[in-house]
């Protein structure tokens, strides 16, 4: 039984996922706050009647609350040996969580939102084979061998936003220029899904993926031009730096 604390949005793109991929409603069990109530009633989740009930009766708990919240959340709940806490909570380390929830096995995970359509890449930490598969139906498992680690991977979560409002604003700008806004979308999301997985099926190095697009005097050059011109990659680059300081508290 998959347990889950926090049924917010995050939350409820990953059971959205989970039931895609073939895993029963009836095998999870949802906390009574948030989302919990209106989608066991709505899809056939089980509610428990508390977050202590949700404890007692499941192998593995999501945790999927703010992170400033996450320690309170777990506190005083009946933990067992052999039980698996995940945590989708940003910044919030391994021992914080094992502090508050004894006795429970401690894995960080960071899905992202594409997990609704079974497309989030999700970085995990430690790699435990439950929640491995688990995880899996959403898309692919990036398991890495230090917490160090994690964090750092865990800031691909806000690149992933600043991509999608960047395909935002292009096919914003395209429709304005006259293309068809469907088409616009569309169009500008592929181009940015066709860019990941060159690079994540190439065997070439990034850089000499990039430079066999940049033609002298062709339109990939004179628009990095300009984007270098207005300060970037410097500007990109700090705004990673200041979410990993961010996750680093």
């Known amino acids: 039984m998959l347990g889950i604390l926090g ?3 995050l939350a409820t793109t990953m059971l959205t996922g989970l039931t895609r991929s073939g895993l029963r409603p009836a095998d999870i069990l949802l906390s009574p706050r948030g989302h919990g109530p209106r989608l ?3 899809q056939g989740y089980g509610l428990a009647l508390d977050n202590a009930d949700l404890v007692a009766r499941a192998d593995m708990v999501l945790l999927a609350v703010r ?3 996450a320690a309170a959340a777990v506190v005083g709940l009946p933990w067992r040996a052999g039980q698996v806490l995940m945590s989708a909570c940003a910044g919030v380390p391994v021992a914080v969580l094992s502090a508050a929830a004894p006795g429970a096995q401690i894995v960080r995970i960071m899905p992202m939102t594409a997990a609704e359509i079974g497309r989030s890449p999700t970085v995990m930490f430690p790699d435990e084979p439950g929640a491995h598969a688990l995880i899996q139906r959403l898309g692919p498992v990036i398991a890495l061998p ?5 964090e750092t991977a865990t800031v691909s979560a806000a690149v992933y936003g600043w991509a999608q409002d960047l395909i935002s604003r292009t096919a914003a700008w395209s429709a304005e220029q006259g293309l068809d806004p469907a088409a616009s979308r569309l169009l500008v999301a592929r181009t940015f899904e066709a860019a990941g997985a060159m690079i994540a099926e190439s065997p070439l190095p990034t850089d000499r993926l990039l430079a066999e697009l940049v033609t002298p005097g062709g339109i990939t050059e004179r628009g990095l031009q300009v984007l270098q011109q207005a300060g970037q990659p410097q500007a990109w680059l700090a ?3 200041a979410v ?3 996750l680093r508290g």
């Open 40 to 42: 066991a009633k709505a």
């Open 7 to 9: 049924v917010g949005h």
């Open 244 to 246: 990993q300081d961010k």
């Open 146 to 150: 230090a917490e160090a680690d994690f």
């Open 67 to 69: 992170p400033a919240d």
């Open 239 to 241: 705004a990673c730096h």
